[in-house]
Nanobody, 135 residues
């Protein structure tokens, strides 16, 4: 099983990046894929989620007007398009996978999966990709 993030880079304020998460070794369409981020000295926070079984998505309020999650089920890829980047977006970004059965207690509502620290345990994690936004 592998989740491999890529696309992190040094970018100036206002710039854009597209992060990619390549998944392998598990049935992609049976999982939801999340993006998390962790800034230096801060706790990890959920950013966005896509349920590969039905295509529904959720992005946390603080970035929803700038970040978009998408997936290509044929390629087992998930993307995070990040626009209008700000210094506070600087963080290591991780993708993670959770089996959709773990969404059932939440009625498949993705908001608590992303926003609630008491979210279900993730089945798999990637190693992260660093995004640095400079002013």
């Amino acid at each position: 099983v592998q989740l491999v993030e890529s696309g992190g880079a040094l970018v100036q304020v206002g710039g854009s990046l597209r992060l990619s998460c390549a998944a392998s070794g598990f049935p992609f369409e049976d999982y939801a894929i999340l993006w998390f981020r962790q800034a230096p000295g801060k706790e990890r926070e959920g950013v966005s989620c896509i349920n590969n079984s039905d295509g529904k998505t959720y992005t946390t309020d603080s970035v929803k007007d700038r970040f978009t999650i998408s997936s290509d089920n044929a390629k087992n890829m998930v993307y995070l398009q990040m626009n209008s980047l700000m210094v506070e977006d600087t963080a290591t970004y991780y993708c993670a996978a959770v089996h959709v059965s773990h969404l059932l207690p939440f009625n498949f509502n993705l908001r608590p999966i992303v926003d609630d620290p008491a979210r279900p345990h993730m089945n798999y994690w990637g190693r992260g990709t660093l995004v640095t936004v400079s002013s």
